[in-house]
Every structure is written in structure tokens, then in C-alpha cells.
């Protein structure tokens, strides 16, 4: 065993030659092997390998890829003939700040002294079998079968401050998870400026990296670029993760497709404002760093007293980007998400919001339930526009605080139409139609009741005006009688009436805040409200919202399965939207709905079945319409695009998605789902423009058993290297055309 030595840096010499090697024990036996202190995580095809630099007691970073046998050779430092700093030639697990590492730091501390050095040292490790929760934090979990955990313990015994680097690994699932404990055993107070839950360097390689930007109506567009020399960010300022930037972030090599090649992807289990920086340092290295938004941070660590940072999934692909994400969609599916329905069957929804908008009454309500089990929908949503008593909600300048129904519009409460409403039978079933309601808990109208006798619950900066979005102010909950409201209010409608989904949403991003720190206090008490909320009814099957897709994050999905994909409900968009939001998140997570046309957010014409098929490929399938105004062919055709919804849903729930073709690059754009038993897989293929004159392209499939046989819509017979060598061909009349297709494995 030969380990790394590195040599001290002088002015004007012949330094660092060395072509080393570090062993491992037992390195691809074990999910964790600690041989002295060089560290080895390895999951199915993937190895993570780092280790403490004697001499210094810095943690450097060795390998995250591919699995590696026992020894694996270290950098070559090479000759240099002049002066190099030694710190910022190596690959560092956890950069502090102030020692010539003139990298971004995964720490920035400031002292009450002022200072804003830090030298954090290895000091001792631990191996814990299973992973232990984060504090008031939503974390991916496991038993002891599925992870295990590796802490780091780093103490800088100038300042007294210890931070500890909890590693876990996902074997099957190829994930590596970190989060960061820093704990202030000095006397006085210190000041956490930033700090990253995830901060890697990998070596020097060219790489491109992709990130999820967009806006209201436009979530989740995929970005890719090459890793430039200098830093490259993005993030969220917002108080939430935001429709701007997602927090994810992929690596990949510039040759990386959907089915080929290496991808990194990183995944930030965290609701607020965050930070990604990506650096390609002067030695070609590449640190991704990923965390706490430094601007919106500033918390104050007084002694005895830790601060725990959100925790960030890491996870390797040698099977390209579709890969990587599918190892993302069954990690999450299967260790993130608390909700018993985050893989069971969804129920069909009509949600009341496209179709009435804020314009209803009892009757038409009901009216509009009646419509929706006509049609076959299981659960009728009650969207905004149902409460407020002295500040009544009829648009959206009043009420938001008071979640009490209007008496106007229902005077005798929600009971007898609930009653009314889980009395109807779906279409042609027994089944009793459910019914669901919308609150937007976390906002106060300045025109309500709660504002009137609480207006300090509103976040303000002192004496600065409080910006009003969408006539809203933001409740501050970091106060915990805030969160009891909270709690409280929803509950006590929980329990008026029979009602078994929620859809929880949040329409504007955080301002003014009594201080930056207010901002992660924020999401504290928010995860406490979602944990207490979800644990009481766990037979509520929660939607998170945040004007459409602005808080599709993995910290949602932890309490909620499911999150509304963009209040973009135009089905040629939608593809885009769903694929790019597919990247990171599960399609079991995803709500989409058929609406109506034009479409109210676009204009654009689409028929029912494209607009159906794009919307069953999201594990929540609804319809956002009023039935009563459809055209009445459209509207006969509901029914059958329900039970193909309903048909499918399952294997989008539980399997594994392939993206076969991008509609960023193609007018084809196809995906095939794959049941997780594999017997069973669903085909979609779309055409976004017309094609006249001209050939039809093969569709090839993707992920199937070349041997097997599959019979296609119960109809011809194909190998599973037929369909994924030769492909299916299609033809479409028009511009807008789909074709959904069953495979069934004899
Ligand atoms: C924004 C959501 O995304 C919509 O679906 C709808 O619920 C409105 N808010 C209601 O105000």
C-alpha cells in the first residue's frame, strides 16, 4: 500500500512528482471500507473514494465514477519549475476558506473576531449502519439493508468549531448522499456566511453540465453548456427552490447522451434558496458545489448549538443521462417519499380551477362534480375560491389566511356537499367519487380577518413596506405560533368534512425578511407544518403547488407525492416541461391535466387524445375543464382516454422511463415506460409538426430483454431486439398526433 505524500511547495524548485497508489480493503465487498483513513463507498457501478493527506489533515478527493478494484493511481503531480500553491492543486472534499485555495469554499464561517478563516482537520470517523434523520430536515432513509453511513469528523481547533460530513450510501440505487453538521464548541458566537451540502472536485476532463431553468408556465427547459474555465451558478434567491433554477445539476462528458456515456447528477433535498456553483479551476479541475443560498444565510451559531445543512443526492451513470435519471426516480420513489401513495394508484381528478376559475357557487360545484363522474373522474378537487368569511374570496385580493368556508356560497358549511359529492359514482364503476380541496396555507391577504388581528405574522424588515405579489404578503413560519395556526386552520378543515386529497399551494417568493437567516428558519418551520400535517392524515394523499412547478423539489416530495408540473397545461409545451422535469423527479411525481381548448395559457389548439396521452404520462392524471362546455366529441372521448389513463397508470407509477426521443430535438418526441416487473411497458410517441411527403422515422425501444418476446398493442409479436434494433414506425395526419402502445411480455 503506497500512500500520498506530498511534497512542500518552495519558490523556484523541482516539486510533487509522484504516481502513487491507495488501497482500499475489501474496497467493492462492502457499501463502506475504511482502511486507515482512505475511504471507499461503493454502490452497484459506482465508486466514491477520498482520503486524509497525512500531513496536512486535509480530506482529498480520489474518485467518483465507475467501481475500481483495490488500488487506484493517484494524481501525477508532474515537474514544475517555479512556484505552485500546494492546496490548490488537489482535489478537496471539503474547502474552507483563507488557507490559498482560491477555489469557492463549501464553508465560510465569520468569527465574532471578524475573522473568516477556517482549517478544518480530519480528526476521527465513524461507520453507522442505516442512516440516522436529519433534524427538522426531509432526508432520503433506508434500513440498514438499503444504506449505510460514513461520518467524517473535521474540527478547526482555532475556533472550536467542528464539522461533521455524513456520507451514506444507496448500493443498489448508485446515490450517495451528504449533509454537513458544524457545531460551535467555542465560547462566543460565530456566524455560518455559506455552506454546501454537496461539494465535489473531480478531475481534470472536459465536461459539459445541465441545469433546469425556466419561469412561471415554463418550468424545468433543460440547459446544457460546457464547464467554462471560472465559475458557472445558479440558483434561487426566491425563498423557495423556485421556477427560475431547479435545484439539480448534471455533469456529464461533452459525448454524454440520453443512453450513453458518464453523467454525475446532484439533487439538493431542499425547498429554499439555494446555491450551485460549478468551477473549473486553473489546474482543469471541476468543484460542483451545492447548497444554502449564501445571500439569504448569515445564521448565527451560538456555543453548543449545530447547524444542519440540507443534505444533496449524488448519483453516477456509465448509461448516460437516462441513467442517471432513472437511478434518481427509483431512489426517490422508494426512499424519499413517506406518502403510502407514492407508488399506489392515483385516482382520475377533475380540479375546478381552469373549468370555473373563481367563479362558482354550491350549485355549480356540485354541477361540475356531477360532470366530472360523468365522465369517469374518481376525485373531484375543489380549487381556490371556496373560503373566507368576513373578507370573502372572490378574486384574488382577499381571504387568504381565513379558512373558513364562505357562508355565501356555502351556507351550511362543506359537510352536506361533500356528502352530496362522495355519494356520486364514477362513470359506469361502484366507486364513490372523493372529494379534495386547495388551500394556500403559508400566505395572508392584507384583506382578511387574520391580518387584521395579526398583521406582525406577515414577513416585514422592520420599518421597509411589505411588496404585495398577487395582493399576498407571506406569513412568516419561523414563528411557531404561525405554524400552530397553520396546523390548526387546515385540521380543523380536515375534519369538518370527508376529505381525502389537499392541494397545497404557494403563489409568490419570499422579500422582505427580518434578517437572511429568516429565510432558512423559514423552511424549518414549514417542514415541521408538513410533517405534523401529513403524519395526522396520512390517508390524505397531498399535491404540493407552487404557481405550477416553483417548488418541484425533493424536500416537497418527501411529505407530498405528488407536485402540480406548471400551471402550463397546453399538452406540445407539457411534453417539454414533464421530460425536463423528469430529469431529477420521478413521473409518479408529477401532476398533469387534459384541458380545455384553445388552451388559456398558449391559444393553441391540441386534440383530446394528444392532450390526454402527454397528461397520463405524469403519475397524477387529471382534467383541469368544465365537461358541460366541451365539444361534445371531445367530451364522448373522455371516458376511454380515462380508462387508458387508468390502464397505464401503474407502470408510470412503479417503472422505470426511458426518454427515447427529446422534443428539443426531435418532432417525434417518444417515451416508453417500463413496468418494474418488466412484463408489461407503454409506448408514447408525438408528433409536434406536420410531416407530408416525406418517410416516417423508426421509434427504437430502449431497456428491454433482446430475447423476450413482446406483443405489441395484442397484436404482432417482437423481439425485444427487433423493437430496440429495427423500431416501430408511425404514421400522422396533421400537426398535433400521438399514439400511445401497450407491450406485453409472453
Ligand atoms: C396557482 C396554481 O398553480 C393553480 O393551479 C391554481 O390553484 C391557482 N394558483 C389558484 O389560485
Known amino acids: 500500500m503506497v500512500y500520498l505524500t506530498r511534497g512542500v511547495v518552495a519558490t523556484g524548485l523541482t516539486l510533487l512528482a509522484h504516481s502513487v497508489a491507495v488501497t482500499a480493503k475489501e474496497s467493492s465487498a462492502s457499501p463502506i471500507v475504511a482502511d486507515g483513513t482512505h475511504f471507499a463507498l461503493n454502490g452497484k457501478n459506482v465508486a466514491y473514494r477520498f482520503h486524509v493527506d497525512n500531513t496536512t489533515g486535509d480530506l482529498l478527493g480520489d474518485h467518483f465514477g465507475g467501481s475500481v478494484g483495490d488500488n487506484i493511481p493517484l494524481e501525477v503531480i508532474g515537474e514544475v519549475n517555479g512556484w505552485v500553491s500546494d492546496i490548490g492543486r488537489v ?19 465569520r468569527q465574532s473576531e471578524g475573522y473568516t478563516v477556517s482549517e478544518f482537520r480530519y480528526k476521527s470517523h465513524k461507520i453507522i449502519p442505516g442512516k440516522p434523520a436529519l433534524p427538522g430536515l426531509p432526508a432520503t432513509m433506508g434500513t440498514e439493508e438499503d444504506v449505510s453511513t460514513l461520518v467524517i469528523s473535521m474540527y478547526d481547533k482555532y475556533s472550536d468549531v467542528a464539522a461533521d460530513l455524513s456520507y ?49 408556465a415554463r418550468e424545468a427547459q433543460r440547459e446544457r453548456r460546457s464547464v467554462a474555465y471560472g465559475l458557472q451558478s445558479f440558483g434561487s434567491s426566491n425563498g423557495y427552490s423556485g421556477h427560475l433554477h431547479n435545484p439539480f445539476l448534471a455533469l456529464t462528458e461533452p459525448s454524454t447522451t440520453e443512453s450513453q456515456g458518464e453523467a454525475w447528477g446532484f439533487s439538493l433535498v431542499y425547498t429554499g434558496s439555494f446555491t450551485v456553483n460549478v468551477e473549473k479551476g486553473s489546474q482543469g479541475f471541476t468543484r460542483a458545489l451545492m447548497g444554502f443560498n449564501p445571500s439569504q444565510l448569515s445564521w448565527v451559531l451560538p456555543p453548543g448549538e449545530t447547524l444542519t445543512s440540507p443534505e444533496c443526492v449524488s448519483v453516477y451513470s456509465k448509461d448516460g443521462i437516462g441513467g442517471m435519471s432513472r437511478s434518481l426516480h427509483r431512489l426517490y420513489r422508494n426512499h424519499l417519499i413517506k406518502s403510502k401513495f407514492a407508488t399506489s394508484d392515483r385516482p382520475t381528478l377533475l380540479n375546478s380551477w381552469e373549468g370555473l376559475y373563481f367563479d362558482f357557487n354550491q350549485s355549480s360545484i356540485y354541477d361540475l362534480a356531477k360532470e366530472a363522474a360523468g365522465v369517469g373522474a374518481k376525485l ?106 397553520i396546523i390548526k386552520s387546515v385540521s380543523d378543515v380536515l375534519k369538518s368534512a370527508d376529505i381525502s386529497y389537499v392541494k397545497w399551494d404557494n403563489n409568490r417568493g419570499i422579500n422582505e425578511t427580518p434578517s437572511p437567516a429568516t429565510n432558512h428558519a423559514y423552511m424549518l418551520g414549514m417542514y415541521r407544518v408538513f410533517n405534523e400535517l401529513t403524519t395526522q392524515f396520512p390517508d390524505v394523499l397531498w399535491e404540493g403547488c407552487a404557481s405550477g412547478g416553483g417548488r418541484f423539489d425533493p424536500g416537497v416530495l418527501q411529505y407530498f407525492p405528488q407536485i402540480w408540473t406548471s400551471d402550463n397545461t397546453d399538452a406540445i409545451d407539457r411534453i417539454s416541461i414533464q421530460l425536463g422535469t423528469s430529469l431529477a423527479y420521478p413521473p409518479s411525481a408529477m401532476g398533469a391535466h387534459l384541458s380545455e381548448v384553445p388552451n388559456h395559457q398558449t391559444g393553441r389548439t391540441v386534440p383530446v387524445a394528444v392532450r390526454a396521452h402527454v397528461a397520463m404520462m405524469g403519475g397524477s392524471f387529471g382534467l383541469e375543464l368544465n365537461p358541460a362546455v366541451m365539444d361534445e366529441e371531445d367530451k364522448a372521448a373522455v371516458p376511454g382516454l380515462v380508462a387508458l389513463a387508468e390502464k397505464v397508470n401503474p407502470i408510470i407509477l412503479n417503472g422505470d422511463m426511458w426518454r427515447l426521443n427529446l422534443p428539443e430535438d426531435s418532432n417525434w418526441p417518444a417515451v416508453l415506460f417500463i413496468a418494474e416487473d418488466a412484463r408489461n411497458a407503454v409506448l408514447f410517441v408525438f408528433q409536434v409538426a406536420p410531416n407530408v411527403n416525406h418517410s416516417w422515422p423508426r421509434i427504437k425501444l430502449q431497456g428491454l430483454d433482446p430475447q423476450a418476446s413482446y406483443k405489441v398493442d395484442d397484436g404482432v409479436v417482437y423481439t425485444g431486439a427487433t423493437l430496440m434494433n429495427i423500431g416501430l414506425q408511425f404514421a400522422f395526419k396533421g400537426d398535433y398526433g400521438s399514439q400511445v402502445v401497450m407491450l406485453e411480455k409472453q
Open 91 to 109: 482535489r478537496r472534499e471539503f474547502p474552507d476558506q483563507g488557507r490559498g485555495d482560491y477555489r469557492v469554499p463549501a464553508i465560510s464561517i
Open 380 to 485: 373531484f378537487v375543489l380549487d381556490d375560491g371556496w373560503f373566507g368569511k368576513e373578507y370573502p374570496r372572490l378574486s384574488d385580493n382577499a381571504g387568504l389566511g381565513d379558512w373558513v368556508p364562505n357562508p355565501d356560497r356555502f351556507p351550511d358549511g362543506l359537510e352536506p356537499l361533500v356528502k352530496k359529492i362522495t355519494d356520486l359514482k364514477a362513470a359506469n364503476t361502484s366507486t364513490n367519487m372523493r372529494f379534495g380541496i386547495w388551500f394556500e396555507p403559508e400566505m395572508v391577504n392584507p384583506n382578511s380577518t387574520l391580518y387584521d388581528e395579526h398583521p406582525d405574522w406577515a414577513l416585514h424588515a422592520g420599518p421597509y413596506p411589505r411588496t404585495e405579489a398577487r395582493n399576498q404578503l407571506v406569513l412568516n413560519l419561523a414563528l411557531p405560533e404561525v405554524q400552530d395556526y
Open 168 to 216: 451514506s450510501i444507496f448500493p443498489k440505487h448508485d446515490a450517495i448522499v451528504r449533509s454537513v453538521n458544524v457545531t460551535n464548541h467555542g465560547t462566543g458566537n460565530i456566524t455560518i456566511e455559506s455552506l454546501a451540502s454537496l461539494s465535489v472536485d473531480l478531475p481534470y476532463e472536459d465536461l459539459d453540465m445541465i441545469n433546469l431553468r425556466g419561469d412561471w
